[in-house]
């Protein structure tokens, strides 16, 4: 069965921290791995990520991906308030349903 | 449209009573998932369309959940003589490949509550 564990469930920050967020994960024939954010609606992309150890960066917002170690972070450098949000990662597997399996997220409180 | 939608995005519904929630998906978008996420927890995955072909139905909790794209464009789901614990927030997203190895784009949700 496929496991994706985000950490920490919650974190709460001041404006301007720069906060890292985990997503380990094992699914059966890993393709890739996506990155969304979640505000009170729908989770909207962020990243996907196919090959290890190449940053993706947008803006302040950047990701990275160890397929050795199954893991991905997602960094958030100089936060502002418009950053809390739930972060889901959802790793994509070949194997077993075609949808993605995503973590619970890390909901993220950035105080001004 | 720009973006999928969901209608409606608010369902009170009677314990026992049948709902239909609708998505549409960006006009081409061959790929169309739902998913059901409880309060707090990551979506989970329900059912995935490739154009009208049902290819995954593999996380349908029970059999009174059932899902339709006739058309390969709109889809259905359908809860029938619903639960307490159907109570969630039912997102339907779609991806312009035939699978998803490319970013799928959610609709807003509809919010089923059942009493």
């Known amino acids: 069965e496929d496991k994706v564990v985000q950490s920490p469930l919650s974190l709460v920050v001041h404006e301007g921290d720069t906060v890292t967020l985990n997503c380990s994960y094992e699914?059966?024939?890993?393709?890739?791995l996506l990155w969304y954010k979640q505000e009170k609606k729908a989770p909207t992309f962020l990243f996907m990520l196919?090959?290890?150890?190449i940053e993706k960066k947008s803006g302040r917002l950047s990701s990275i991906l160890d397929k050795k170690e199954l893991f991905s972070i997602l960094n958030i450098t100089a936060t502002q308030t418009g950053d809390s949000a739930v972060y889901l990662c959802?790793?994509?597997?070949?194997?077993?349903?075609?949808?993605?399996?995503f973590g619970k997220g890390t909901h993220l409180i950035i105080q001004p | 449209g720009a973006g999928v939608s969901q209608s409606p995005r608010y369902k009170v519904a009677k314990r026992g009573q049948d709902v239909a929630l609708r998505c549409d998906p960006i006009?081409?978008?061959?790929?169309l998932f739902w998913y059901q996420q409880a309060l707090g927890q990551g979506p989970e995955f329900l059912t995935y369309?490739?154009?009208?072909?049902?290819?995954?139905k593999s996380g349908l909790p029970s059999d009174r959940f059932f899902a339709e794209r006739p058309e390969g464009s709109v889809s259905t789901l359908k809860i029938q003589r619903t639960q307490q614990e159907d109570s969630a927030v039912y997102l339907c997203?779609?991806?312009?490949?035939?699978?998803?190895?490319?970013?799928?784009?959610f609709g807003p949700g509809t919010r089923l509550t059942v009493l």
């Open positions: 997203a779609s991806s312009f490949s035939d699978r998803n190895y490319n970013e799928q784009f």
């Open positions: 699914v059966t024939n890993f393709r890739s």
């Open positions: 196919t090959s290890s150890g």
């Open positions: 959802a790793p994509n597997s070949g194997g077993g349903a075609d949808g993605l399996t």
């Open positions: 006009s081409g978008h061959v790929s």
């Open positions: 369309f490739q154009n009208e072909a049902q290819l995954d």
